[in-house]
């Protein structure tokens, strides 16, 4: 299911994103956070090419002796495949290539789902959609909040953290875009930097304030995501549950 694009309070209304769609009428974001070389340069691209973006967290995990090495659950697996043909299918036609984070959880998340939606595009690993990659902050910032929204780990001073990935995560976004045309890019990543990226994605497009703050304060769910139209609108990408 692709729906509004609103913080999980309740049940969310349901609100399809055509791919083709003009802007939305409500108020674009205009701020200095989205006035950046690589903002302009992706949202121009992501224009051109009438491209969208979805991002997609990666199932639920069990435990192991390094994050890296962390494996999908039973529940996990289930999530991803219930994902696939929750929404998968109405984010087609999907780019050639899927961007993916190397950690396994990742690599099997996207897989599952593609499955599930019958979709076979190549899997790209991006060392950089490795939470891993802006450590010690990250993790540090991990311990002090968990699994929260991004807003709350902005307003707890680890803004500059988020962004730094947000920036690597764009850059492989927009080298991807490229190839890319009249479809949706899937990128699948991790938690709380999930958001992050999307947040750049959707500045660089010019989203809504209502847009930008749903992000901001939506806490991402195993296997679920945001989708960020061409036009800048944004929804969040769920199986369905209120």
């Keep these: 299911m692709i729906s509004a694009m609103t913080p999980r309070r309740g049940a969310l209304a349901a609100l399809l994103a055509l791919r083709h769609a003009t802007p939305s009428s409500g108020a674009r974001l205009q701020s200095s956070c989205a006035s950046t070389p690589l903002h302009q340069r992706l949202g121009s691209a992501l224009r051109e090419q009438r491209t969208d973006v979805a991002f997609l967290r990666h199932g639920n995990t069990g435990k192991a002796a390094s994050d890296m090495d962390r494996q999908l659950t039973q529940l996990g697996r289930e999530q991803a495949r219930e994902s696939g043909a929750a929404f998968g299918r109405e984010l087609q036609p999907l780019a ?29 690993f991006v060392a950089e959609l490795y939470d891993g990659t802006i450590q010690p902050g990250g993790s540090a910032a991990f311990a002090e909040l968990g699994y929260a929204p991004l807003r709350d780990y902005h307003a707890a001073g680890h803004r500059e953290t988020f962004e730094a990935y947000a920036v690597s995560a764009a850059e492989a976004i927009e080298a991807a875009v490229r190839e890319s045309r009249d479809d949706t890019l899937l990128v699948c990543a991790h938690a709380v930097y999930i958001p992050s990226a999307a947040l750049f994605v ?24 945001y989708l960020i139209t061409h036009a800048g609108d944004v929804s969040l990408l769920t199986r369905g549950r209120p």
């Design 96 to 124: 050639p290539t899927a961007l993916s984070s190397p950690a396994p959880r990742c690599n099997e998340t996207l897989r599952l789902f593609l499955d599930a939606a019958g979709a076979a595009p190549e899997v790209r």
């Design 202 to 225: 959707a500045e660089a497009l010019g989203a809504s304030r209502a847009g930008v703050d749903a992000i901001l304060d939506c806490n991402t769910q195993e296997a679920e995501g």
